[in-house]
């Protein structure tokens, strides 16, 4: 991954968990929580593709997995956004731009939908039954709601932001300006090079003509 992208990619991981932490999870809404770091990930992996957004999603869910106040084992969410950053890249749109808003939306329920599946399953595994008492459906149901309201606020300007920082021209090169410079410059000290190099041979021309004029003449006068 480019520079640009860890900078972007690290700075909206950071703000989504903040708020995600001290706003979010504070309004104590039924059901689910809205998973902004999610949305985030998303917005995220349908520019940069699979292998980014496996590689983000793995980086935002072990943060979540170590900030306070984490009440799970560490590594439980980090696979499952790193699962769900991997599926999300593989409907990356060819051109980069989304002509729909309709495709987005699918992908943030089925993301919602699968997301809590997968960390329900994961926490069966290793022993926690929290989703069971809770209720699984209702957390479906409000996981997928809570992120659609939320989606068309976050992923828009994470996608947009994602592209700005891949389209930066400062942090592009020329190569094709950058070698006509280099093969300008090569070429021209080539030719001061060869200018001087010609130069010295018909001074040490000339000067051996002389030498061998003078030694001819002194011959003659002998």
Do not use: W
Request: proline content about 5%.
């Amino acid at each position: 991954m480019r520079v640009n992208r860890i900078l972007l990619a690290g700075s909206l991981i950071v703000v989504a968990l903040v708020i995600q932490v001290s706003v979010l999870a504070r309004l104590h809404l039924p059901g689910a929580v809205p998973d902004l770091l999610l949305l985030t990930v998303l917005g995220l992996a349908l520019v940069y593709g699979h292998v980014g957004g496996a590689l983000i999603g793995f980086a935002a869910g072990l943060l979540v997995d170590l900030a306070p106040p984490a009440d799970h084992a560490a590594g439980r969410y980090a696979l499952v956004l790193c699962v769900i950053g991997y599926l999300a890249g593989l409907v990356k749109p060819e051109s980069g731009q989304v002509k729909s808003a309709s495709g987005p939306m699918v992908v943030v329920v089925a993301a919602a939908v699968g997301s809590t599946l997968l960390y329900a399953g994961v926490g069966s595994l290793v022993g926690d039954t929290a989703a069971r008492h809770v209720g699984l459906g209702g957390l479906l149901f409000t996981a997928a709601l809570y992120d659609l309201l939320l989606a068309p606020f976050v992923v828009p300007g994470v996608m947009a932001l994602a592209r700005r920082a891949e389209n930066d021209p400062l942090a592009e090169t020329n190569p094709a300006k950058s070698g006509d410079i280099a093969s300008g410059l090569i070429s021209g000290g080539t030719g001061l090079r060869i200018g001087g190099q010609r130069n010295g041979l018909r001074v040490k021309a000339a000067r051996a003509r002389g030498a061998r004029a003078g030694r001819i003449k002194g011959v003659k006068r002998l």
